[in-house]
T-cell receptor, first 111, second 115 residues
Framework: SQTIHQWPATLVQPVGSPLSLECTVE??????LYWYRQAAGRGLQLLFY??????ISSEVPQNLSASRPQDRQFILSSKKLLLSDSGFYLC??????????FGSGTRLTVV | GESVGLHLPTLSVQEGDNSIINCAYS??????FIWYKQESGKGPQFIID?????DKRQGQRVTVLLNKTVKHLSLQIAATQPGDSAVYFC??????????????FGRGTQLTVWP
């Protein structure tokens, strides 16, 4: 069966520090992968998507970047975090029977 | 930006009653819609989806209705239970005819079920 793993679950980082969030998918090949961010009390905003290794598209200009070094690995990064980067980050993939599947999310607090 | 919005940000119902959550979308090119349930601190969970060539789709205790004329989507939950308490989001896929699969979400509706 297909599963998606996302870590860490929570993260507290100081302003100006780097960031690396990782997402991996199991049980499928060549999935489309997505990073979403959710601010408190808001819906999900699409940040990046990838249709293959090394292929990254950005939806909104921001302080973040994404990479896909392997078929089932998607990484969200920042060189210097801002307070406004705080939020709930979700990885998702498509290709399964029930459409889009989300990971459990990472709660990032920038202090 | 967000083009999918919800009419009611909060909804409170009695256990056993039916719930209806509404959603409006603005992009007439969207051809696929999904309802998600999100519990506090967790990722969204797929509930039901519908394609634009359908008006209605039923699942277990849930029904999604799509009115393309007025660009309106609704989620009906029958015999609502306390475990249904969560935030519900509708999302649209505007990538008609492609496999990009990008989803655009509304703000969400908080459903609270009282015993």
């Amino acid at each position: 069966s297909q599963t998606i793993h996302q870590w860490p679950a929570t993260l507290v980082q100081p302003v100006g520090s780097p960031l690396s969030l990782e997402c991996t998918v199991e049980g499928t090949s060549n999935p489309n992968l997505y990073w979403y961010r959710q601010a408190a009390g808001r819906g999900l905003q699409l940040l990046f998507y990838s249709v293959g290794i090394g292929q990254i598209s950005s939806e909104v200009p921001q302080n973040l970047s994404a990479s896909r070094p392997q078929d089932r690995q998607f990484i969200l990064s920042s060189k210097k975090l801002l307070l406004s980067d705080s939020g709930f980050y979700l990885c998702a993939w498509t290709g399964g029977t029930y459409g889009y599947t989300f990971g459990s999310g990472t709660r990032l607090t920038v202090v | 930006g967000e083009s999918v919005g919800l009419h009611l940000p909060t909804l409170s119902v009695q256990e056993g009653d039916n719930s209806i959550i509404n959603c409006a979308y603005s992009n007439s090119a969207s051809d696929y819609f999904i309802w998600y349930k999100q519990e506090s601190g967790k990722g969204p969970q797929f509930i039901i989806d519908i394609r634009s060539n359908m008006d209605k789709r039923q699942g277990q205790r849930v029904t999604v209705l799509l009115n393309k004329t007025v660009k309106h989507l609704s989620l009906q939950i029958a015999a609502t239970q306390p475990g249904d308490s969560a935030v519900y989001f509708c999302a649209e896929n505007r990538d008609r005819g492609s496999t990009l699969g990008r989803l655009y979400f509304g703000r969400g509706t908080q459903l609270t079920v009282w015993p």
